[in-house]
């Protein structure tokens, strides 16, 4: 409503000699304000805020007359009562200036314009004024109360008695009025003879006049509190009455309300009762009150004194509270609190120091509410102290603090906007500003093209565009507006401002005229002509309708009422307006479709209906009355009446279910007459006439029923007229903000699928609910509801301490306004079910739920409802939770609903909560049937915590057992960390998250080290240059022997169990794909543990059937049978390089794209897949060659001339990549060729290469093959390594296989197996695949000599050469790891000779080459 700007300013006084200010004032106009010392009186002019003229009393008369205490304004300005301490009453007289001024505004040459402006000295220059005192009355008593009424001055004394002072200065013979013989009751309705005050020293301490009660709120001496009203028009003594409020004895001051008929009393005890009157009875009827609260501020609360001052804002929308003690609170006008500087940043340093609050000891509003001038109680002496005198006589004591305002609390037609729109004295804020960006450019073109978007056409989704929401609520910031400085000169302060549907065009009235801005182009237009421009007034409001702006205002030159309606397209002048003449002043002004509605100050309500019309080249508007409909005999007085407004609201919802087309028309008028929201609807008792042919404007109009009253305290109303039949709810629902009760829906009861509605059930129903923000706007579908919200930012530490306190910005913090919104949904379903209308919650429900957000709806309601339940203290009759839990579970979230709602939640509520929801056992069961493993693990944190570790460890081997099987593996990771605490026997949860820092306390396996430590046990039957390798990496510190401590707890056996059962599983059904991601994204040692299944399941059993399932598996064709020659050099393995493996890559591009290729250079890779193991030109390639095949040809030369390896497994890494990382591994290792030339292809040749291309599969499936053939020959299963040999048709993998069983003690039954399985697939090969016969032929001698194995053994020196292969794919592993591990954030030693620690690296590396084989995405990092 009003939110406080930027810093304070502080007043300087130009005079030499000034004493401290005790008193403010404004004038009735606000446009000057007197400020009051003790014998000294100052008149300033408001904009800009400059002194004019001061009155200083002589010595004589001052000690004579006493210090000044009170000033009263006359009600035209032209006089001013001040009251003084001795009980003399000054009157001081401003005659009117005539075209002097004190200060003129200097312009630049070149803006004529200005000075051409009508009226243009009295607005830009502030005048001269004189003071004389005409008058002075003695009043022989203390004066306690000065009160201006039209004609009169009426004075309150210490005695007893209230004086009626003409302003002329003569009583006229009238009588003071003894107090005490004023009758007072509890209403009017009692005998006349009320009681009387009863004893002699009762006075009126503070007094306020209500024009619209007709009577005095006045606070006695004692702290009683009452209202004095006149029965007659005579104020004699015969005939006033009072009517006491019972509750209040301890009233300080008191301020009235006329808009709202509302008494606000200051009490002792720091709170504010608010007070009106019962029109039936008379008599005082509470409120509200205004009070801190200990949960917002508990230091304070009880502190702060009793209240000092109130004061309500201009506009009667707000109010402003001070206390004894400090500080400033601001409230809307039914008490939300707003502002309060008791709290945050402004009663504390940014070191945490408390500050001294604010003392007030006066305080006055601006002009339009846009300023507070303060007197601050304390400021003066605090600066005394530092000050020589001379800068001390220029500082005033007098602080201005600047408001901005919703456009709300002066136009309250914007209430049916979904935008929210601020306004400051010279400016506009807007959350709508960036949607100007998204719109679509044909909306700001013709009116048709307009209309189809918010007017007429329901939303066919039912929400706003995509677009529209985020805008609304993506960012905290404001769009502002400057409002042009032309205007704003001439036109200062502005009174009223709209923003049309789309968000893209405001308008904003200042003293006469308007103007109004595009944010789509930037630029503000106004009128040509400043003299049409002054001669209107805005009266009524403005508001858009399409492209018109349409107002009420007064011409001041024919001095008549007009409705005019401007063309937002054409230029701002009065040719192109459409004007209607209206018969009485327009307060208010509403848009409802094509309808305007005026509410006049004869109290009548004037429908219009509006049309577009192309008359030239400009399109106009034309206006016709519909229909008025006389008010006089509901409204007391028209000045009450806040807002009207047309609605499609009504009450029989059950006509719109058979005739929807009638949803659209005005149904009801809506008017807030003082806080209390009356309805009329149409009068459909009577005969229905439904002439169609006819004119709609032409057909009578239906009358209108008796209101009704439908809600008390209503600050704002909002309503829609647009319709979607998905949201009827919503869309056809009152909103209604009413302060600090929160908010209130009216909202429409449907039948469920259009069956009878039952006689007994309402059609509408009234919900009241809370909400922490203060809303401004309501989005309709969205169910949010928009606001803002105050700020603070610190800046005393820019300051040193010796000048601190001279700051404003020390004392002050800087005052920003926030956007904010607020969920509203929950509060609703809850209200409907504990009203048991479960039906309705169902259907809002289901009609919101593709909103982003209904989870959290959904979640909100238990969770709140859950926290009032259990914390209550005594016994709940009707628990509302177990409602709840049961709505909950018709929406298929209700498994993740109840468990986000635990984990936020207390573990002490969780025995109520699982009570209404159910065991959480039963709901982790539900999780796992319904496969949803995420919600299964939070479940079992609550099990964990509510359960015996037998019961969370027998339930996580089922969730691990199940992840283990999805190939969830994150998942799989916190179980094993899960298991391995319920065994240590921990009691809280483990991290969520596993640290990067330290391996061993975070993965499932200490998998680094004890993979070396089973390379070492795996490689008796390898060369002793790999021993000696292994056993160097054996890790030393206290990692090392915590994984000997861990390896001892019976826990990890049972997870190795797992692991090994779920393995085995994978190997018997021939899964190596799965067996590969499973090894490396949880760490598993998957060599050691092949080396002890090597003769059970890591046996091959069928060869052929493997053959197939790694076919099917890697996506790997089965080989052709080449036309050409059979004899090819490539045919051999001893040419098969880069380029080939290169060119198979872009084959297979299209269909696995699964590759990293935009990570970049390949020395900073910030995480490997399993295809990480390529150089930077490969990817580099890779992204070539993904455009299309034929792209081939141009990378075969350059490719070959880099290098060629002698190994047959080159496509890991380029030869350059391997000289360039060779000093991380054994120089033994790499043998590189650096002399090879490119061969030239003849065509045969190249007809080959494209046989062996398409005869390969994708590459990332070639590297993960040669990465498990690697596992495979370390682990010493040779019946798999030849399976993979037989894939990839490499007969050295098939030598290397046969060279190690010759040279090792190979058990005999392997090589039987190896012998049978390889005699199977060539009987395979002949009948159904002989693109396999060419490669078994080559590699046939060798099996032939595998029957022949002799029994010596081999010498170990033997294994080198007949194992090249073997040596160049791990020096191209290593040198990929050594590339890898410098990404894993170790520095690896960079001498070659510490094997130790290059092992080491390798093994980290490894374990990210394993760990990325997940298929899907390949950038995980096992920590």
Not at 2 to 18: A, I, N, V
Not at 263 to 280: L, P, R
Not at 1378 to 1386: N, V
Request: overall charge negative.
């Amino acid at each position: 409503m009003y939110f406080l700007s930027g810093w304070p300013k502080r007043l300087l006084c130009p005079l030499e000699r000034l004493e401290p200010p005790l008193h403010i004032q404004t004038d009735p106009r606000r446009a000057f304000f007197v400020v009051l010392s003790s014998s000294q009186l100052s008149i300033w002019y408001c904009r800009p805020s400059v002194l004019i003229v001061s009155y200083k009393e002589l010595s004589k008369a001052a000690s004579q007359f006493g210090p000044y205490k009170q000033a009263e304004w006359r009600p035209d300005g032209s006089m001013i009562a001040v009251s003084t301490a001795n009980g003399y009453i000054l009157f001081f007289e401003i005659p009117p200036a005539r075209d002097k001024y004190l200060y003129e505004p200097m312009y630049p040459k070149g803006s004529p314009h200005i000075k051409g402006t009508p009226h243009y000295k009295e607005e830009q220059c502030a005048p001269s004024l004189n003071v004389e005192m005409k008058k002075v009355l003695d009043l022989q008593a203390s004066i306690t109360s000065l009160q201006s009424t039209l004609d009169d001055l009426l004075v309150a004394t210490a005695d007893g008695f209230l004086h009626l002072v003409h302003w002329d200065g003569m009583t006229n013979g009238r009588k003071a009025i003894n107090l005490c013989t004023v009758p007072f009751s509890v209403d009017l309705q009692s005998s006349r003879a009320g009681s009387f005050l009863g004893f002699e020293d009762v006075y009126v301490r503070d007094m306020e006049y209500c024009a619209t009660l007709d009577g005095f709120a006045v606070v006695f001496n004692d702290g009683r509190v009452g209202f004095i009203t006149p029965v007659s028009s005579r104020f004699t003594a015969e005939q006033l009455h009072g009517v006491w409020a019972q509750d209040v004895v301890d009233g300080t001051c008191v301020a009235v309300n006329n808009k709202y008929r509302l008494m606000a009393f200051g009490c002792a005890n720091g709170s504010v009762q608010v007070y009106t009157i019962d029109t039936t009875t008379g008599a005082m009827q509470f409120s509200h009150k205004l009070e801190l609260t200990p949960k917002q501020y508990p230091d304070i609360w009880n502190k702060t004194g009793p209240v000092k001052l109130i004061r309500w804002s201009p506009d009667s929308c707000v109010v402003m509270v001070t206390w004894e003690c400090g500080g400033l609170s601001l409230w809307s006008v039914f008490g939300a609190q707003l502002i309060c500087t008791l709290g945050g940043d402004f009663a504390y340093q940014s070191d945490g120091t408390k500050k001294d609050p604010l003392k007030i000891s006066s305080m006055t509003w601006g002009s339009e509410g846009y300023h507070l001038w303060v007197i601050c109680g304390n400021s003066s002496q605090n600066v005394k102290s530092d000050r020589d005198t001379k800068n001390e006589a220029h500082q005033s004591g007098i602080l201005q603090f600047h408001f901005i305002k919703s456009a709300l609390t002066v136009n309250p037609c914007m209430s049916n906007q979904e935008q929210v729109l601020l306004q400051g004295e010279d400016r506009l804020y807007l959350n709508c500003g960036d949607a100007t960006q998204a719109q679509n450019p044909r909306n700001t073109s013709a009116y048709s093209e307009h209309k189809p978007t918010r007017e007429r056409v329901p939303f066919s989704d039912g929400s706003l565009d995509s677009q529209g929401l985020s805008t609304l609520l993506g960012h905290r910031h404001w769009h502002v507006v400057q409002i042009h400085s032309t205007y704003l000169e001439s036109n200062w302060p502005i009174r009223f401002s709209a923003i049309d549907k789309l968000g893209q065009n405001v308008a904003v009235v200042g003293k006469f005229g308007f103007a109004h801005y595009s944010l789509l182009t930037k630029k503000w237009k106004l009128f040509g002509n400043v003299t049409q421009e002054q001669n209107m007034m805005v009266t009524g409001g403005l508001a858009w309708w399409n492209d018109f702006i349409v107002l009420a205002c007064y011409n001041l030159n024919d001095h008549q009422e007009e409705l005019r309606i401007y063309l937002r397209t054409s230029n701002l002048d009065n040719a192109f307006a459409h004007i209607t003449k209206v018969q009485a002043n327009t307060l208010l002004l509403s848009v409802f479709r094509d309808i305007v509605i005026l509410f006049r100050a004869d109290c009548s309500i004037c429908l219009y209906s509006i049309e577009r019309r192309h008359e030239g080249l400009n399109a106009t508007a034309s206006v016709q009355i519909l229909q008025e409909v006389s008010m006089s005999r509901y409204i007391p007085h028209p000045f009450l009446v806040v807002s009207v407004t047309l609605t499609s609201v009504r009450t029989e919802t059950g006509i719109s279910l058979k005739m929807p087309q009638q949803a659209c028309e005005a149904e009801s008028i809506m008017l807030n007459l003082a806080g209390q929201l009356i309805m009329l609807q149409r009068d459909r008792s009577g005969p229905q006439i439904r002439d169609k042919d006819s004119n709609p404007n032409q057909r009578k109009h239906l009358p209108f029923c008796a209101p009704v009253v439908l809600a008390q305290s209503v600050e704002n109303v909002w309503t829609t007229c647009r319709i979607n039949k998905h949201k009827r709810h919503l869309l056809e629902a009152l909103w209604l903000s009413c302060g600090g009760a929160g908010m209130k829906v009216w909202l429409p009861l449907f039948p469920r699928d259009h069956r009878k509605p039952h006689s007994f059930l309402s059609r509408r129903i009234m919900l009241p609910f809370h909400i922490n923000i203060y809303p401004l706007a309501v989005l309709f579908e969205d169910a949010l509801v928009l606001g803002a919200v105050n700020d603070t930012v610190l800046y005393d530490c820019l300051y040193t301490q010796t000048s601190a306190r001279e700051h404003l910005e020390v004392l002050f913090p800087f005052s920003i306004v926030e956007r904010t919104s607020q969920i509203y949904l929950h509060h609703i379903l809850r209200q409907l079910l504990v009203r048991n209308l479960g039906e309705q919650a169902l259907l809002l429900a289901h009609s919101c739920a593709t909103l982003p957000y209904f989870p959290h709806v959904l979640e909100l309601m238990l969770h709140e409802v859950l926290e009032e339940e259990a914390t209550s203290r005594e016994p709940i009759p009707d628990p509302l939770l177990p409602t709840v839990a049961k709505f909950i579970t018709e929406f298929p979230l209700f498994l993740q609903t109840v468990v986000h709602c635990a984990r936020k939640t207390e573990y002490a509520l969780w025995n109520y909560l699982f009570a209404a929801v159910g065991n959480p056992k039963d709901l982790f069961e539900e999780c796992l049937m319904a496969q949803d493993l995420d919600t299964a693990a939070s479940y079992l944190i609550i099990l964990q915590n509510m359960e015996v570790p037998a019961v969370s460890r027998q339930h996580a081997t089922l969730l691990f057992n199940t992840a283990l099987e999805q190939g969830k593996w994150d998942l799989c990771r916190h179980m094993i960390r899960f298991l391995k605490a319920i065994g240590s026997g921990e009691t809280e949860t483990p991290p969520a998250t596993p640290t990067t820092q330290e391996p061993s306390s975070s993965s499932g396996f200490e998998f680094f080290r004890h993979r070396s430590i089973s390379l070492s046990q795996s490689a008796e039957n390898l060369h002793s240059k790999f021993n000696l390798t292994k056993t160097l990496s054996m890790p030393s510190g206290p990692s090392g022997k915590r994984w000997s401590k861990d390896s001892d707890c019976a826990e990890n056996m049972y997870i190795d169990m797992m692991l090994w059962r779920h393995a085995r599983r994978l190997l018997e059904e021939i899964k190596l794909k799965d067996l590969g991601c499973f090894a490396a994204q949880l760490g598993f040692e998957l060599i050691g543990w092949l080396c002890k299944e090597r003769a059970r399941a890591a046996r091959v059993e069928d060869f052929v059937f493997a053959l197939k399932k790694l076919h099917k598996d890697f996506l790997w064709p089965f080989p052709v049978m080449p036309a050409s020659s059979i004899n090819s050099p490539f045919k051999n393995g001893k040419y098969k390089t880069a380029m080939g493996e290169q060119l198979l890559k872009s084959q297979s591009a299209d269909t696995f794209v699964s590759m990293e290729m935009d990570t970049g250079v390949s020395n900073t890779p910030r995480s490997r897949s399993w295809l990480g193991t390529i150089s930077s030109s490969q990817r580099e390639m890779d992204t070539a060659s993904s455009h299309g095949p034929h792209m081939q040809d141009a990378f075969l030369s350059p490719l070959l001339s880099k290098g060629w390896s002698t190994g047959d497994e080159c496509s890991i890494g380029s030869a350059t990549d391997l000289t360039e990382t060779s000093s991380m591994v054994d120089g033994d290792w790499t043998m590189v060729d650096e002399n090879f030339s490119s061969p030239s292809l003849t065509q045969s040749e190249l007809e080959h290469l494209s046989l062996e291309l398409a005869s390969k599969g994708p590459h990332k499936s070639q590297v993960q093959l040669r990465y498990l053939l690697h596992i495979f020959m370390e682990a010493g299963c040779l019946d798999w390594c030849i399976i993979i040999g037989l894939i990839l048709r490499e007969s050295s993998v098939i030598n290397q296989v046969f060279s190690v069983m010759q040279s090792s003690d190979i058990d005999g039954e392997i090589c039987q197996n190896i012998k049978t399985g390889l005699y199977a697939v060539d009987k395979w090969a002949s009948t159904d695949c002989p693109g396999y016969k060419p490669f078994l032929n080559i590699i046939k001698p060798q099996i032939q000599k595998l029957s022949e194995i002799a029994e010596e053994q081999v010498q170990p020196e033997a294994f080198q050469p007949v194992n090249p292969s073997k040596v160049t794919e791990q020096a191209n592993i290593r040198a990929e790891e050594s590339r890898t591990s410098s990404s894993h954030g170790t520095n690896p030693q960079s001498d070659a000779s510490n094997s130790s620690a290059s092992r080491h690296e390798e093994d980290k590396s490894k374990t990210e080459d394993e760990e990325s084989f997940q298929e899907g995405s390949y950038d995980c990092v096992v920590s």
